[in-house]
């Protein structure tokens, strides 16, 4: 059977109670599980316009947590993995469009580093290129 719908794999779906065949699993349901899992964790409402798409896509694709290292990183804040007020209040202090542009490069140097970057490099750098256009 089918292991991805919508993104969503079938252990992130089961851990968020879908119990049906991936095939099936409605639209509305992925929606749900991205916003609950992904958006409303890195507090995306709360951040700059320009620096949502970004987090989102790197918390999708690496985890909330590491996804808020590396803005806290590009923030020279604390690094707790965690967006906290401290960070919403100095992602609100800065010049957005920069702020995306260091949390990606943040991203990307720490993705070169991973031993599985030779395998991987080819779509993740794409996915970093498409963030980027993004903010033009």
């Given at each position: 059977g089918r292991e991805t719908m919508w993104g969503v794999t079938a252990r992130v779906a089961r851990a968020n109670g879908?119990?049906?065949?991936?095939?099936?699993?409605?639209?509305?349901?992925a929606k749900t599980i991205y916003k609950v899992r992904y958006w409303n964790p890195i507090r995306a409402d709360d951040l700059p316009d320009a620096l949502r798409y970004p987090l989102?896509?790197?918390?999708?694709?690496?985890?909330?947590s590491q996804a808020a290292m590396w803005l806290q990183r590009a923030l020279d804040?604390?690094?707790?993995?965690?967006?906290?007020?401290?960070?919403?209040?100095?992602?609100?202090?800065?010049?957005?469009l920069l702020l995306a542009c260091k949390f990606l490069a943040e991203r990307l140097d720490f993705m070169t580093s991973l031993p599985t970057w030779g395998q991987f490099s080819r779509g993740w750098a794409r996915r970093i290129a498409h963030n980027l256009k993004g903010l033009a």
């Open positions: 879908y119990t049906g065949e991936m095939r099936d699993l409605p639209r509305e349901t989102f896509d790197a918390a999708v694709n690496s985890g909330v804040v604390v690094e707790d993995g965690a967006i906290g007020d401290v960070t919403i209040h100095a992602a609100d202090a800065s010049n957005p």
